[in-house]
Each structure stands twice: as C-alpha cells, then as structure tokens.
C-alpha cells in the first residue's frame, strides 16, 4: 500500500489557476472513479473539495475542479486567493474496502 | 451542523494500548460508513480503517492491521479504534471522519496519541 505521488509543492499568484496532480496505479487511481480531494490549513482537519474526480460538496465553489486521466488524477485551483495557500492531499479507493492518500502538496500564493 | 469529536488520545508506552473514541451528532449516525485516518507530526494524511453502516465489514490499513480494531456503537453514535501494541510510529493526530462515496466529508478535530517511554 503505497501513498499515491503528490508534487510536494506547487505555486502560483493571486487571480491565477495552479493544477496539482496525484499518480497512482491500475490497482487505485486507474481502477476507480473514487477520487477525493482536500485542503488542509495548518493545525486544522482537512476539508472535502471534490470526491468521485470532479464532483463538488454543497459550499465548494467551482474555482476547485477535478479530472482524471489514466493513472493521474489532478486538481486545479483558479482564481487563486490568499486563503489557498494550505496544504492539499488527494486520495482513492484502492479496492478491498482500503483507501489511499496521497503525500500531500503544499501550494503557495506568491 | 454535522459534529464529530475524538477523545482518548494521550500518551501510551511501546506496547501499550488507547481506545479512541468519535462522537457523532447531527445526522443518522447508523446511515454513514466511518474511517479513521491519522497524521504523524509534520507528515501527510495516512488512511487507518473504515467500518461500514452496521459494523460488520472492516478493513484496516497493513501497517495497523493485527494490532488495532475498529468498532461503532450505533445506539451511541460512536465510533471506536482500539490500538494495542503501540509502537513510536503510531504517534499522530487522530481523526475520525464520515464517509461519502468514498470522500470524506466531515472530521473531527483530532485527537492527539504519543507513544513514548
């Protein structure tokens, strides 16, 4: 059970898009459409983005999108703000009832 | 507002055992798949095991499996992991979260476990 590959960072300014991808394998990422995304702020629980790839929870705006191809999933951040800047980790369905995490990406507004 | 919060974290000695706890409010407890997952200081999110609606599926993540058990108490909108044979890589914030398809849609606030002598 290997943690799916995250950037460990990623940047971008203010008003700009950033996209953050996650690889995993034909066992999990390729194998499911259950991939998640999550924003924590230090000291503070994670926060659900987007779940089964590219659907939204109620009250995430739609600046947050999800997409998969093959292997890799990626999130991308437009329109970034200030309050972006956190660290972000995707996860999946890795079959037999288990889930993965990714290494998590910390993003930076410059 | 959806409410879940840990307790029972402290300090435990190699070897020893905590019994976490997850209190639910705020929805229908017994409807919702639960995991737990766990965050070693300055580290990344690690996936700990899932209990399904009525407790009778579990899974457990390899590097726990054997030594902790996961349980609920849907009566008492709770969620349990039991730990024994702690080791000094078992130190972490603990969360418990809710299930949805696979997204994890609420957690706690954590609850943090040091295993130490």
């Known amino acids: 059970q290997s943690a799916l590959t995250q950037p460990p960072s990623a940047s971008g300014s203010p008003g700009q898009s950033v996209t953050i991808s996650c690889t995993g394998t034909?066992?999990?990422?390729?194998?499911?459409?259950?991939v998640s995304w999550y924003r924590q702020h230090p000291g503070k629980a994670p926060k659900l983005l987007i779940y089964?790839?590219?659907k939204r929870p109620s009250g995430v705006p739609d600046r947050f999108s999800g997409s998969k191809s093959g292997n890799t999933a990626s999130l991308t951040v437009s329109g970034l703000q200030a309050d972006d800047e956190a660290d972000y980790y995707c996860?999946?369905?890795?079959?037999?009832?288990?889930?993965?995490f990714g290494g998590g990406t910390k993003l930076t507004v410059l | 507002e959806v409410q879940l919060v840990e307790s029972g974290g402290g300090l435990a000695q190699p070897g020893g055992s905590l019994r976490l706890s997850c209190a639910a409010s705020?929805?229908?407890?017994?409807?919702?798949?639960m995991h737990w997952g766990r965050q070693a200081p300055g580290k990344g999110l690690v996936w700990v095991s899932r209990i399904n609606k009525d407790g009778r599926t579990r899974s457990y993540a390899d590097s726990v499996k054997g030594r902790f058990t996961i349980s609920r108490d849907n009566a008492k909108n709770t969620v349990y992991l039991q730990m024994d044979s702690l080791r000094a890589e078992d130190t972490a914030v603990y969360y418990c979260?809710?299930?949805?398809?696979?997204?994890?849609?609420?957690w706690g606030q954590g609850t943090v476990v040091t295993v130490s002598a």
């Open positions: 979260a809710r299930s949805y398809e696979w997204g994890l849609d609420y």
């Open positions: 034909s066992s999990d990422v390729g194998a499911y459409d259950f």
């Open positions: 089964e790839v590219n």
């Open positions: 996860s999946s369905y890795a079959g037999s009832n288990k889930m993965l």
């Open positions: 705020e929805f229908t407890f017994s409807s919702y798949t």
